[in-house]
């Protein structure tokens, strides 16, 4: 059961480094862009193939992945999703909608539609004893990164100076811009930094998380849920509601495979309907 | 006859009180204005008093009848309308749509879904004299959005006064409405039916003391003083808070 | 202008808002001779039907009253699935099925409803997603009953009230469904014109004023999406007639999508959008579609994201629009 525990813990890190780009934009700059998990999808693709068929080592594509989805995603906020900033919540969603589609079908296309396993390398492989629960390397590597960059997150939102820029721009645009902050090259790089860690996370759990061409439409509802129970006007909130779906899911899939997923949306909904602003979000609904 | 009134009304927000300890009367027929300096709690009081907010504390009374507990809509079936400080109107509707909309809600035939709308001659006719009413006779046809400001503010008290409301709480009529157009307005306001009880929000004291028979001063959420217009004009402890008010009009 | 004058002008006005265009005879009559003229189309022709009768019931929830929905399949399929398992199960009259499957939907769009009223925009497109998902979840698990992922088949399907043959006979399968949808659409286009009708569109262009003027906001919606959720009952349960297997993909949420799609191509807000967007979808998917499934995937993304970015409410007319009047632009210049 601990064995679950972990992988649930392990699955709900994930999770929470692919969506908290989505969160930051959400919160940010109040877009909803559904199209969040085709990052993801990306920096995995990029990682598989590095490794698969260029012979790089598995720890050296991650911040490659990373900086391939961020880059992408800077030239697609500049050239596309600029547009959508004052439109509205539906229009938002059908543009990103088209997006994964259109993603999806070139994917297809290039790399064909079954799904994709990064070979990773053999020390990573297995997993050890602990105490009679076993520990998966590869799961444990997972917690391991995914801690690092929430804590380095939490850094960087608390003590540089971008953070306080980011978080003057979050509480209030125009008060912000007005002092001097350049909330516009903010969105940009905010955008693109959560897609690189979307990408880095596709990487990451490529193995976990199943790499084909519609994974986004796929996992699109899981990030949401991460967003929207978890709120987004901070990173625990988010975080929290990661591993609770992590977990959740994990050993609804486990203990109950006729429920699993039933389970999952109907306390969404349950949520959604009863603190429309998430579980753990402070102050009032936008 | 008190037409409207509060009880102990407050609102809290964590540590802000909007709203504290009011105990308004609004006496039926009343040209009744409330005035106070910016940030003293007015909208606030007036959102109460239509159930857009919930008090945290008192009662709301409409003809001596409890509609503390009742929502928006409820409230306006009992006979209490509003106007907005910036216009709330349906774009993409006719002012003669608009108009009759509202009479057909009053008229409890807003649940009819075979019939035509407009089918009633009625409803239009009384739309149409309404409309007259307010000069908009010109523009029945038009998208409300393609309305200019001044026309948009009449229609706004008109939708209010469709409803033939017992009591009309009319926020900042004026507001926004340029020199040239204000006299229409306040030819509308002035021109009310007398059978119905007013209670005025203003910012501009001209309106104020050309139209009220009753002022009560609202400062910080609190009930300052209130009496006839004569006395609240001389009253110093008035003029003190007002002090750097009165300079913009 | 005497009173009277005005009000007769102001009565014609109205009026005029809500007659029928001439426009709407010819096609409406065109439609009608398709049935007799254009005999090698009529299982295309039966598709578009359909797929637009569900496109008007999501218009009604999207264009009058301003409800995002992107989980409006839940209806289609449930309806889809009461109709086959009424059909194998007690009777296979077809008209009786509808009314059965109309009936069931709109009970479950009256229970979701009150889930759907809640929040924003935003919270609602999850709340419609996440009933689709959990309709989906339930159809999926209840294999027994449904037929899983197989799908349920040998629904019988008898003569329309008794006399007229549609099985495996497409010409008056399609006659069917288009009475149907006549029928229905009649329907639909007196109830926007209704005093109810107009205070959906007061909901949807103002809420917080609609409410200030005695509309009862959450009572009127739940009523048009129970509606709306009844007529997508029924679109469903004509195509479980019409096709031989009801399986998942009825309920699934790609064909919330499609339907969307389909309306916003077409425009919101006119009840024609829904027909007209579902005809040129389905016309487009046959052409294109059958080179390769990406490019018709391709082309729908591309398709949604040039209509975010430049249409507004009139879909592919919205467009039209622009370039007519981009073009026009051009001419004019000196």
Same mark, same amino acid.
């Given at each position: ?16 480094? @692919? ?77 990103? @909608? ?165 389970? @999952? ?22 | ?34 005035? =106070? ?26 003809? =001596? ?44 035939? =807003? ?6 709308? =407009? ?131 | ?334």
């Amino acid at each position: 059961m601990l064995t679950i525990l972990f992988d649930g813990i392990a699955y709900g890190m994930l999770l929470f480094v @692919i969506a908290c780009g989505l969160a930051v934009t959400l919160g940010l700059m109040n877009f909803v862009n559904l199209a969040h998990g085709a990052f993801a999808m990306l920096g995995g693709y990029c990682a598989w193939l590095l490794v698969n068929f260029y012979g790089v080592p598995f720890f050296a594509s991650l911040p490659i992945a990373f900086m391939f989805a961020a880059m992408i995603g800077l030239v697609a906020e500049r050239t596309l999703y600029v547009h959508f900033y004052n439109r509205s919540h539906f229009e938002q969603v059908l543009f990103t @909608i088209g997006l994964v589609f259109m993603t999806a079908a070139v994917v297809d296309y290039f790399m064909g539609s079954q799904q994709r396993f990064i070979n990773l390398p053999s020390y990573l492989q297995g997993r050890f004893d602990f105490f009679g629960v076993g520990i998966g390397k590869y799961r444990l590597l997972i917690i391991l990164i995914c801690a690092l960059i929430v804590i380095v997150l939490q850094v960087i939102l608390g003590y540089t100076r971008f953070g306080s820029r980011l978080r003057a721009a979050v509480d209030d645009q125009r008060v912000a811009s007005g002092l001097g902050i350049n909330v516009n090259w903010i969105f940009a790089l905010t955008f693109a930094f959560g897609c690189g860690l979307a990408g880095l996370g596709g990487a990451l759990g490529a193995e976990i998380l199943s790499l084909e061409p519609h994974f986004p439409l796929k996992y699109m509802i899981y990030f949401l849920i991460v967003v929207s129970v978890g709120g987004t006007s901070s990173i625990t909130g988010p975080f929290l509601a990661s591993l609770l779906l992590g977990i959740g899911d994990v050993a609804g899939k486990y203990y109950a495979p006729r429920f699993g997923g039933f389970v @999952i949306y109907t306390i969404m909904i349950v949520v959604l309907v009863l603190r429309p602003q998430g579980l753990f979000a402070r102050g009032t609904a936008k | 006859m008190i037409a409207l009134e509060t009880l102990g009304l407050e609102k809290r927000f964590g540590g802000i009180v909007p709203t504290n300890d009011v105990n308004l009367r609004v006496r039926e027929g009343a040209r009744h204005a409330l005035i =106070g300096p910016n940030g003293a709690g007015k909208t606030t009081l007036i959102n109460l008093l239509t159930g857009v907010l919930k008090p945290s504390r008192g009662q709301v009374k409409l003809a =001596g009848n409890d509609i503390t507990r009742l929502k928006p809509h409820q409230r306006v079936a009992r006979g209490i309308a509003r106007t907005f400080q910036i216009n709330q109107l349906f774009g993409e509707l006719t002012p003669l749509e608009a108009i009759a909309l509202v009479i057909g809600e009053r008229e409890k035939l =807003g649940t009819r879904f075979w019939r035509a709308f =407009g089918g009633d001659e009625k409803i239009v006719t009384e739309a149409v004299a309404l409309a007259r009413q307010f000069g908009l006779a010109d523009v029945l046809e038009e998208r409300t959005s393609s309305l200019p400001y001044g026309k948009q503010r009449q229609l706004e008290i008109a939708l209010a006064i469709a409803g033939k409301p017992r009591v009309l709480l009319l926020d900042e009529p004026a507001a926004g409405v340029p020199e040239t157009e204000r006299h229409e307005i306040l030819e509308t306001v002035a021109a009310l039916p007398k059978d119905v009880t007013v209670l005025l929000i203003e910012h501009d004291m001209d309106i104020v003391f050309g139209f009220a028979d009753r002022i009560t001063v609202l400062v910080d959420g609190k009930l300052f003083v209130e009496g006839e217009p004569k006395e609240i004009e001389n009253d110093p402890r008035v003029r003190a808070v007002y002090l750097g008010e009165r300079t913009d009009d | 202008m005497s009173s009277e004058d005005s009000v007769r002008e102001a009565s014609a006005a109205l009026k005029r808002k809500r007659a029928w265009h001439w426009l709407e005879y010819v096609f409406w009559i065109a439609a009608a001779a398709s049935v007799f003229l254009l005999p090698s189309q009529h299982a295309l022709l039966t598709q578009i039907a359909i797929w637009a009768l569900f496109a008007v019931s999501l218009d009604l929830l999207l264009g009058y009253a301003g409800i995002v929905s992107l989980g409006h399949a839940a209806y289609f399929g449930f309806g889809a699935y009461v109709a086959a398992l009424f059909a194998i199960n007690f009777t296979g009259e077809p008209v009786t099925g509808l009314v059965v499957a109309g009936v069931a939907a709109g009970l479950l769009g009256l229970i979701t409803s009150l889930l759907v009223l809640r929040g924003t925009d935003l919270t609602r497109i999850m709340v419609t997603i996440g009933i689709a998902l959990v309709m989906y979840e339930i159809a999926n698990q209840m294999s027994w009953l449904t037929g899983g992922a197989d799908g349920l088949t040998g629904m019988p399907v008898d003569p329309v009230l008794g006399f007229f043959p549609i099985y495996f006979i497409p010409k008056n399968a399609y006659a069917y469904v288009l009475v149907v949808l006549f029928a229905l659409f009649f329907v639909a286009k007196r109830i926007v014109h209704s005093p109810f009708g107009y205070s959906l569109r007061a909901i949807k262009g103002n809420p917080l004023r609609a409410s200030s003027i005695g509309i009862p906001n959450n009572l009127r919606l739940i009523a048009v999406y129970t509606v709306a959720a009844a007529y997508a009952g029924i679109a469903g349960a004509l195509l479980a007639q019409t096709t031989p297997v009801v399986s998942l993909t009825y309920i699934d949420f790609q064909r919330s999508a499609d339907v969307l799609l389909m309306l916003i191509i077409g425009g919101t807000g006119y009840l024609y959008g829904g027909i007209v967007g579902s005809a040129l979808f389905l016309i487009a998917q046959k052409s294109i579609g059958n080179v390769t499934p990406q490019y018709w995937e391709f082309w729908i993304g591309f398709a949604l994201v040039v209509i975010a970015l430049f249409a507004r409410d009139r879909g592919v007319f919205s467009i039209i629009e622009r370039i007519v009047n981009a073009l026009g632009k051009r001419n004019a210049k000196p």
